[in-house]
């Protein structure tokens, strides 16, 4: 899974639609944006995008989400008479500079992030992969400082299709994480991290009540088509700690090897 940048300049494209795309996501709608990738056809499903605004301040990180499709070329809108490249990519979050500021460039400069050319006009260009876990981490920590809690990108949250009557499967694409799935998963498992052990509501009391991160055990970036998951098989309950240590350095650990990674460490898994 590779990471990609993506422009927006407001002085050469007014976004109309942004406010009423923001507040779709609020109402957990989906949004889907096709943009210029400029000459980048290497882009793939599963991929994830950052779009960066330029050109007026605050300069930026705005936006965060997956691909949903290689590119393809259509009309430019900049000229209808020639034709460019476009990505599909499902938005996960989506701020108004104006309103929620931005990831600022001041903060994108230091240790692997300065490799990249945060200044480029171009669309398209990739991340490197240690500058991509380092802007992963900025993104979330900066979500966070404003009280928003940032989905991880293997915990991206889309409608899907539960089964009518059925107790065990739920449809879903390569990039949903179904409400019911999850609910299902935690009726049969309950909400204490099946690594650590650790209970949000015997931590935090009502306040903890019900959080539990899931955990999909087939990472969902491996799928690219739609297929049943067994919410009892192959989804888990973690704690956010445990869900960030079964992801970390772009692999994915069991639940089984990441206890035994805590055991060996002197910490006794649940």
């Not at 976004?15 to 400029?38: M, Q, T, Y």
């Not at 993104?139 to 009280?147: N, S």
């Not at 772009?250 to 060996?264: D, E, G, S, Y």
Request: proline content about 6%; glycine content about 8%.
């Amino acid at each position: 899974m590779t990471a990609y940048l993506l422009t927006w300049n407001p002085k050469k494209f007014p976004w109309h639609a942004l406010k009423s795309e923001i507040r779709r996501l609020g109402d957990k709608k989906p949004v889907e944006l096709e943009w210029s990738c400029g000459n980048t056809k290497r882009i793939q499903s599963g991929d994830q995008i950052y779009l960066l605004r330029q050109g007026v301040e605050p300069r930026g990180i705005m936006a965060w989400g997956k691909v949903l499709e290689a590119p393809k070329k259509a009309r430019s809108w900049a000229d209808r008479r020639r034709q460019a490249l476009y990505v599909s990519f499902r938005v996960e979050k989506l701020l108004d500079p104006e309103v929620d500021g931005v990831l600022p460039l001041s903060q994108l400069q230091d240790g692997p992030l300065g490799e990249v050319n945060w200044r480029t006009q171009v669309s398209g260009i990739s991340i490197p992969d240690d500058a991509a876990a380092e802007l992963e981490k900025r993104w979330r920590a900066f979500l966070a400082g404003r009280g928003q809690t940032p989905p991880l990108p293997e915990e991206v949250a889309y409608p899907a299709s539960y089964y009518e009557g059925a107790v065990k499967e739920v449809t879903v694409n390569a990039y949903e994480r179904d409400a019911k799935a999850r609910a299902a998963a935690i009726a049969h498992h309950g909400l204490d991290c099946k690594v650590c052990g650790f209970d949000f509501k015997h931590a935090y009391g009502e306040h903890g009540e019900g959080f539990i991160h899931v955990h999909h055990q087939v990472p969902l970036s491996t799928i690219n088509k739609r297929y049943k998951v067994d919410p009892v098989k192959d989804l888990v309950p973690v704690c956010p700690n445990c869900h960030e240590m079964l992801h970390k350095d772009n692999q994915t650990l069991t639940v089984a090897q990441l206890r035994t990674i805590m055991k060996k460490a002197g910490r006794r898994g649940g």
